[in-house]
């Protein structure tokens, strides 16, 4: 992915954050819904052609976290509301990957360091930093080699 698209995805999940505004209510959002609208267990069931005692356990399943995608989905569906699914990272992704860049750069320049070290050829710790940040910045280009 370019750095172009990873900033236009950025922008789209800095709409979904903080993602506390979307926390799951506590009994879920299938019974909430349901609840807030008036409508049986039983009358959604027969909009999903499944049984009263299937919503019942659905509602459960999306509480524990065992519901699958598509019950949720068509739960949504007979609800007449969308199903929203969605990874949202706790950083934007150019700071995750500049983040990870650096680590990788850091590792690969302390072994370096230390060998020069040894042969009394140690550089400072400012040069040291700008060699970091040059590295980082390279490794950034190509960040499939971050992550082995």
């Not at 172009?4 to 903080?18: E, G, I, Q, S, Y």
């Amino acid at each position: 992915m370019t750095s172009f698209a990873r900033r236009h995805l950025d922008k789209k999940l800095d709409r979904m954050r903080p993602v506390s505004h979307f926390a799951r209510p506590q009994r879920g959002w299938i019974r909430a819904i349901r609840e807030a609208l008036g409508i049986t267990a039983e009358q959604v069931g027969k909009r999903m052609k499944v049984s009263q005692s299937r919503i019942s356990a659905l509602e459960r399943a999306e509480v524990d976290g065992s519901a699958t995608i598509t019950s949720m989905q068509r739960a949504a569906e007979a609800l007449g509301c969308t199903f929203v699914y969605a990874l949202v990272p706790h950083q934007p992704l150019e700071e995750v990957l500049i983040n990870r860049a650096r680590a990788v750069a850091a590792d690969k320049l302390a072994r370096i360091d230390q060998t020069m070290r040894l042969e009394n050829q140690g550089i400072s710790a400012a040069e040291l930093e700008s060699e970091r940040e040059r590295l980082a910045r390279t490794l950034a280009e190509t960040p499939r080699r971050l992550w082995g």
